[in-house]
């Protein structure tokens, strides 16, 4: 898997360090509130894990598994429920964990789809932003990284399901990612 690394974009310590951040930035918007945490998945899996260990508040997690109609190079704004959250949300804050956004198409839907169960309120944090991928603007309240037009895997992002355990964030080699 190494050997198809091309760079290293984010390294492990650069991510935790980031993630202590913004931590501290949750911490102090919700003061002491308590956070109902909805990972998307798969791609959040360690960055949930990591920002709930680090997170001085008191927080639950859900999770909630979409998946878009046809291809991911494909987007066309149709998102599909594949699991849905466990429990009701209404009257809790809750806090969208995605390990990217892209088009944005993915948490406009889940955004309008949550909204309709009466939280007490919305916020998303994204450990990647690519604004210049973006189709429908989103209220990115914390983010980690912005990156531009790059595609990477590790850290939870996979290409073709794989790459995902990489412990950092890397670019594919061209032979192996076309992308
Ligand atoms: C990725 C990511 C977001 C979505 C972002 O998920 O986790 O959910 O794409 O793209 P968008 O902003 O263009 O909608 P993916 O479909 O790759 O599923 P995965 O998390 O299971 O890898």
């Given at each position: 898997?190494?050997?198809?690394?091309e760079?290293?974009?984010?390294s492990?310590?650069?991510?935790q360090?980031r993630?202590k951040k913004?931590c501290?930035?949750?911490?102090?918007a919700?003061e002491?509130?308590?956070?109902?945490?909805?990972?998307?998945?798969?791609?959040?899996?360690?960055?949930?894990a990591?920002?709930?260990?680090?997170?001085?508040i008191?927080v639950?997690?859900d999770?909630?598994?979409?998946?878009?109609?046809?291809?991911?190079?494909?987007?066309?704004g149709?998102?599909?429920?594949?699991?849905?959250?466990?429990?009701?949300?209404?009257?809790?804050?809750?806090?969208?964990?995605?390990?990217?956004?892209?088009?944005?198409l993915?948490?406009?839907?889940l955004?309008r789809?949550?909204?309709?169960?009466s939280?007490a309120?919305?916020q998303v944090?994204?450990?990647?932003?690519?604004?210049?991928?973006?189709i429908?603007?989103?209220p990115?309240?914390?983010?980690?990284?912005?990156?531009?037009?790059?595609?990477?895997v590790?850290?939870g992002?996979?290409?073709?399901?794989?790459?995902?355990?990489?412990?950092?964030?890397?670019?594919?080699?061209?032979?192996?990612?076309p992308?």
């Amino acid at each position: 898997m190494l050997k198809d690394v091309e760079e290293v974009v984010f390294s492990e310590a650069q991510i935790q360090e980031r993630i202590k951040k913004l931590c501290e930035e949750i911490a102090d918007a919700y003061e002491k509130k308590p956070v109902l945490l909805v990972g998307i998945l798969k791609g959040c899996l360690f960055f949930m894990a990591d920002l709930m260990r680090k997170l001085d508040i008191p927080v639950a997690i859900d999770f909630i598994s979409v998946s878009s109609y046809g291809p991911s190079t494909e987007k066309t704004g149709a998102v599909k429920i594949l699991k849905d959250l466990d429990t009701p949300i209404q009257d809790k804050h809750v806090l969208i964990i995605e390990d990217v956004v892209d088009t944005g198409l993915t948490l406009g839907y889940l955004l309008r789809n949550l909204k309709e169960r009466s939280p007490a309120s919305l916020q998303v944090c994204s450990l990647l932003d690519k604004p210049d991928y973006r189709i429908v603007g989103i209220p990115l309240q914390f983010k980690g990284f912005e990156l531009g037009k790059k595609f990477v895997v590790g850290y939870g992002l996979d290409y073709q399901g794989k790459y995902r355990h990489l412990p950092f964030i890397a670019s594919l080699k061209k032979e192996i990612c076309p992308l």
